[in-house]
C-alpha cells in the first residue's frame, strides 16, 4: 500500500473511501484528486453498495490541497479538478457520510461539505482558508457551503478563514452529530446500516428532491414508481416487526423493486443528475488504490457512464 493513495474498502452494503497521505495532513494532492471520481463510478455502479463513507487515515479527514499542485488549481479556476472530484461526490446517486476526525480544512471541508451526512469526533477541527491564501473559493463550492450553513456562517468562515471546533460545526450546521473520537466508528457504522435497511426507492427520490435535481416531471415518475412497486402498500400489510415499525412511523421498509428512468435536469450547480443504488448482495471486503489497480472484487476503472436501469430484491 502507498503512503499517498484513496482505498476503497467493501464490507457487506457499504463502501469506506479512506483518505491517506500521512506527511501532508492527508492532503489531496492532483493524482488523488483524479482518482475520486473513478472510484465514484466504480462504488456507484457496484449493486451491493448501498451507501457510502469517506474519511482519512490516522485520525485526520482532509487537511485540504495539497499546494504542490497550486498553480494546477489556480490555473482552471472553478473547472479545476478539484471541483470536478466535489461534483461528482455530490451527485453519488447513493447516500454518502463523511465521518471527520481531526482537521477538515480546505479541500477537505469542501469534500466533507459535498456529502449528505457529516459525523464528527469532538477533536475535528474545520476551516475554509483562501482568505489567508488569497484565493477566490469556487463558486460552485461556495454555493454549496452557504446552502448548508446559511449565508452569515458561511462568509464567517469565507472572510475570517478561522478554524472553527465540532461543537460550533454542530451549532451552525456544517456537521450533523459529534461524537467521543473513540465512539465515531461505531455510530458511522450504525447510522449506515439503518439506511442501508431502508427503502431504496424513498432514500433515492429524497436525495434528488432536497439537492434540487427533480423537476416536476421527476418527482411524478418517482410517485409512480412508488404506485408500481406496491412497496408501500407492502410495507402496511407486512406482518413483521420491520412492516409493524414502517407503519406505524409511516415508513416503508426496504423497496422491492426499482428502476431507473431517463433523468432530467441538472443540479443547481451542473454536476451531473445523480444515479440510484442497485441491488444488495453480500460483498467481500474490496481495496483499490489511486494507481486504479484492482485487487480485488472491484474495478477502479471508470468508463463511459450512462444511465443505470436496476433492479433489487
Not at 449565508?151 to 472553527?164: N, Y
Request: charged share 25%; glycine share 8%.
Amino acid at each position: 500500500m502507498s503512503d499517498v493513495e484513496l482505498t476503497v474498502t467493501v464490507t457487506g452494503p457499504v463502501a469506506t473511501v479512506v483518505i491517506r497521505n500521512p506527511a501532508r495532513r492527508n492532503a489531496m494532492t492532483s493524482a488523488m484528486w483524479r482518482q475520486l471520481p473513478v472510484l465514484l463510478d466504480g462504488i456507484e455502479a457496484d449493486p451491493a453498495v448501498y451507501a457510502l463513507v469517506l474519511t482519512g487515515a490516522g485520525g485526520t479527514f482532509c487537511a485540504g490541497a495539497d499546494l504542490g499542485d497550486l498553480d494546477d488549481l489556480l490555473d482552471a479556476g472553478d473547472d479545476s479538478i478539484a471541483v470536478a472530484a466535489e461534483e461528482r461526490l455530490a451527485s453519488f446517486a447513493k447516500p454518502t457520510v463523511a465521518a471527520i476526525e481531526g482537521a477538515c480544512v480546505g479541500g477537505g471541508c469542501q469534500l466533507a461539505v459535498a456529502c449528505d451526512l457529516r459525523l464528527a469526533a469532538a477533536d475535528a477541527r474545520f476551516g475554509v482558508p483562501p482568505a489567508r491564501l488569497g484565493l477566490v473559493y469556487p463558486a460552485p463550492t461556495t454555493r454549496r457551503l452557504a446552502r448548508l450553513v446559511g449565508p452569515s456562517a458561511a462568509k464567517h468562515l469565507l472572510f475570517t478563514g478561522e478554524l472553527v471546533d465540532a461543537e460550533r460545526a454542530l451549532r451552525i450546521g456544517l456537521v450533523d452529530e459529534v461524537l467521543p473520537a473513540e465512539a465515531l466508528a461505531d455510530r458511522v457504522s450504525a447510522l449506515t446500516a439503518a439506511v442501508a435497511e431502508r427503502s431504496r426507492l424513498t432514500v433515492a427520490a429524497a436525495k434528488e428532491i432536497i439537492d434540487g435535481r427533480a423537476d416536476d416531471a421527476r418527482v411524478a415518475w418517482w410517485h409512480g414508481q412508488v404506485r408500481a412497486s406496491g412497496e408501500a402498500r407492502e410495507g402496511w400489510r407486512r406482518p413483521t416487526s420491520a412492516g409493524r415499525r414502517a407503519s406505524a412511523g409511516r415508513r416503508p421498509p426496504a423497496a422491492d423493486q426499482m428502476f431507473l428512468a431517463p433523468r432530467r435536469g441538472r443540479t443547481p450547480d451542473a454536476a451531473p443528475r445523480a444515479r440510484r443504488p442497485a441491488r444488495h448482495r453480500p460483498a467481500s471486503a474490496t481495496q483499490v488504490g489511486v494507481t486504479g489497480s484492482r485487487r480485488s472484487g472491484m474495478s477502479a476503472s471508470a468508463g463511459v457512464r450512462s444511465p443505470l436501469r436496476w433492479l433489487h430484491s
